[in-house]
Structure formats: C-alpha cells, structure tokens
C-alpha cells in the first residue's frame, strides 16, 4: 500500500520531525509513506481566510493522485477508535486500494472544495490540533492501525 499525507507547511518543530521520522520508519514493513509539504499562503487578516483555503485547494488538488482514496482531515468529520480506523484500512486494502492520500490543511483549516471531493472526510479528534501535531497524531495512529491489523503487539 502506498501512503501519502498531503500537507500544507513545512513540519518546522524539531520534535515533531523526529516523531515523525520514527512512525514513517515504523510503517516501512507495512506501507510506503510519502509525505508532501505544500507551501502555505500567507494570510495577513482572518477576513482572506476563505480565499487563502480556496488557494491552497488548488494547490491539493495537483498533488493529490487520481484514483486514490482520498482522505480529509478536519474536525468535523468521522471519529474513528483506534480498531475502527484499523477496521476502515483494512477494508481498503482488501478492497484493492493500492494509493491512500490523506489532506491536512493549514493554519486555516481546508476548503469545502476538499471536503466535498474527499472519500472520507476523518477527525483525529474534536480538539484542535497544530497541523504539525495532526501528521504526528495520523502517523502514530496509521502505525497502531497496522499493527491491529497484523496482529502484532502495539496495541493491547
């Protein structure tokens, strides 16, 4: 199965970094990660808000593959427990499902344009997450739900 976590920003905390280099190397029996950073927009006022989402949509919608499960991170969407997000992948790749891409938005959150076109539209949780902790959070779970799925001993 290829992964890959479409992001906007750069993971610029040096911890997160290192979280993340871990569950990237973590998955590596499991799935191929790519990770791709987008530039951000600049926003100067919360009034462009609507128009910086629209911009960086745009931006999503070249790097996301076609065929793909795509799949949005935002607030609203579904909640999964750690076995029902297992249970949801693994679902995908008996379907078949070879490219899973998953979205996560900047400091302004994604644009309905997203959302509409998602397949799935998950919340890793009903807080608000820095986009940097949500690729952190989405890495660790995506190695849990692995884990789940293969019987290993990760999660008891």
């Known amino acids: 199965m290829r992964l890959k976590i479409v992001c906007m920003g750069k993971t610029?905390?040096?911890?997160?970094?290192e979280g993340i280099a871990k569950y990237v190397r973590y998955l590596q029996p499991y799935a191929d990660?790519?990770?791709?950073?987008?530039?951000e927009e600049k926003i100067r006022d919360l009034s462009e808000?609507?128009?910086?989402?629209?911009?960086?949509?745009?931006?999503?919608?070249?790097?996301a593959a076609s065929g793909a499960l795509l799949i949005a991170l935002d607030e609203r969407g579904q909640e999964f427990t750690s076995h029902g997000f297992a249970?949801?992948?693994?679902?995908?790749?008996?379907?078949?499902?070879?490219?899973?891409?998953?979205?996560?938005?900047?400091?302004?959150?994604l644009d309905e344009s997203v959302i509409g076109r998602a397949n799935t539209v998950m919340?890793?949780?009903?807080?608000?997450?820095?986009?940097?902790?949500?690729?952190?959070?989405?890495?660790?779970?995506?190695?849990?739900?692995?884990?789940?799925?293969?019987?290993?001993?990760?999660?008891y």
Not at 12 to 17: A, P, T, V
């Open 87 to 109: 249970s949801f992948l693994n679902r995908a790749i008996e379907s078949g499902m070879r490219d899973v891409t998953f979205i996560v938005g900047g400091a302004m959150g």
């Open 33 to 39: 990660v790519e990770i791709r950073e987008l530039k």
């Open 123 to 155: 919340a890793l949780s009903r807080w608000t997450l820095t986009h940097e902790i949500a690729r952190l959070v989405l890495l660790e779970q995506l190695y849990r739900a692995f884990t789940i799925i293969k019987g290993k001993t990760y999660h």
């Open 49 to 63: 808000a609507p128009l910086v989402r629209k911009k960086e949509a745009v931006k999503i919608f070249k790097t």
């Open 12 to 17: 610029k905390e040096g911890f997160i970094k």
